[in-house]
């Protein structure tokens, strides 16, 4: 099994910054893709950004793109989302995910291992 803890969620003002942490411990051999996956009130699950273990590729969802920057550090066995000029549209519950997978993936079904999440508010 492959536990994840996210953390770094919170309040933040329109055009600020937050970086999200995720936390793998466990059998983290089955990490091979890691993503962020965000969930508003009354919608479904979004993928975010995904990224695989030798960092060669990554992934996001176009409303994102030029704002928010995946990367991990697999010595610390540590996927992070850095959020810049955040609007009060990226309000959700942003969730952690890992795969033992090679390959991307956007769709939240790929993702055998999930988080608790942390939200993240953005105000206006």
């Known amino acids: 099994q492959v536990q994840l803890v996210e953390s770094g969620g919170g309040l933040v003002q329109a055009g600020g910054s937050l970086r999200l942490s995720c936390a793998a411990s466990?059998?983290?051999?089955?990490?091979?893709?890691m993503g962020w996956f965000r969930q508003a009130p009354g919608k479904e699950r979004e993928f975010v950004a995904a990224?695989?273990?030798?960092?060669?590729?990554?992934a996001y969802v176009a409303s994102v793109k030029g704002r928010f920057n995946i990367s991990r550090d697999n010595a610390k066995n540590t996927v992070y989302l850095q959020m810049n000029s955040l609007k009060p549209g990226d309000t959700a519950v942003y969730y952690c995910?890992?795969?033992?997978?090679?390959?991307?993936?956007?769709?939240?079904?790929?993702?055998?291992?999930w988080g608790q999440g942390t939200q993240v508010t953005v105000s206006s």
């Open positions: 466990g059998r983290t051999f089955n990490t091979n893709i």
């Open positions: 990224i695989d273990r030798p960092e060669r590729n990554t």
């Open positions: 995910a890992a795969d033992l997978r090679v390959t991307i993936e956007t769709t939240p079904m790929s993702y055998a291992y």
